[in-house]
């Protein structure tokens, strides 16, 4: 079965409120990265981390991953419109090492003005 | 350093025909990776390619698809006859290495399936 289901499906926030997105999966990973798509572009990468770490950070987002419970979350911080988009977690599998991917489902994200 | 090209943008062939899909990675990165996107759907990851070499082909369907990437050009995804349900997003991502790499993806080809 599918890798990385994310949680909320949808989530509608505010100019400058802060969103958290959630992410599980199944099997053991060597890491796992979030991305983000803009309706009808391609993806973007914004945040690897490596199974052996529990936090990371880069500008306004913080991920962090607990791999005892399998999941991991993605907080943005004082959001902007600009970061409406669709929100993808992917993990790569422990036993594949030619690093492909397995993708969730996405929340996707609403951020009003 | 321009990012992964992917040609066409978008494409639509009638039920039967060949789709025939390029990436061009990003310049210095060896690995490629084929993904497809259904409308509402996250993506599914088709197949991993070196120059040269399919490395791992595990997600493609077992007929009418196939994937190459030579040692010169552009790595191609073939759907031979194309049906309905071949409609989607095809996103090419590439990296300089394998696991744990993050992957660059580029734009994507719409194909839509008359």
């Known amino acids: 079965s599918q890798q990385g289901e994310e949680d909320p499906q949808a989530l509608s926030i505010q100019e400058g409120e802060n969103a958290t997105m959630n992410c599980s999966y199944k099997t053991s990973i060597n890491n796992l990265q979030w991305y983000r798509q803009n309706s009808g572009r391609g993806l973007v990468h914004l945040i690897l981390?490596?199974?052996?770490?529990r936090e990371k950070h880069s500008g306004r987002l913080r991920v962090t991953l607990d791999t005892s419970k399998k999941s991991s979350s993605l907080l943005i911080t004082a959001s902007r419109a600009a970061d409406t988009a669709s929100y993808f977690c992917?993990?790569?599998?422990?036993?594949?090492?030619?690093?492909?991917?397995?993708f969730g489902q996405g929340t996707e994200l609403s951020v009003k003005p | 350093n321009a990012g992964v090209m992917q040609n066409p943008r978008h494409l639509v062939r009638r039920r039967g025909q060949e789709a025939r899909l390029r990436c061009s990675p990003m310049?210095?990165?060896?690995?490629v990776y084929w993904y497809r996107q259904l409308p509402e759907e996250g993506l599914k990851f088709m197949v991993y390619?070196?120059?040269?070499?399919?490395?791992?082909e595990s997600g493609m369907p077992k007929e009418r698809f196939s994937a190459e990437f030579p040692k010169e050009g552009p790595s191609i995804l073939r759907i031979q006859q194309v049906v309905r349900g071949d409609s989607a997003a095809y996103f090419c991502a590439s990296s300089p290495g394998g696991t744990p790499y993050e992957q660059y993806f580029g734009p994507g080809t719409r194909l839509t399936v008359t």
């Open positions: 981390i490596r199974s052996n770490e």
């Open positions: 992917a993990t790569g599998p422990l036993y594949n090492q030619g690093g492909k991917l397995i």
């Open positions: 390619l070196q120059k040269e070499n399919i490395i791992d």
């Open positions: 310049k210095g990165h060896s690995h």
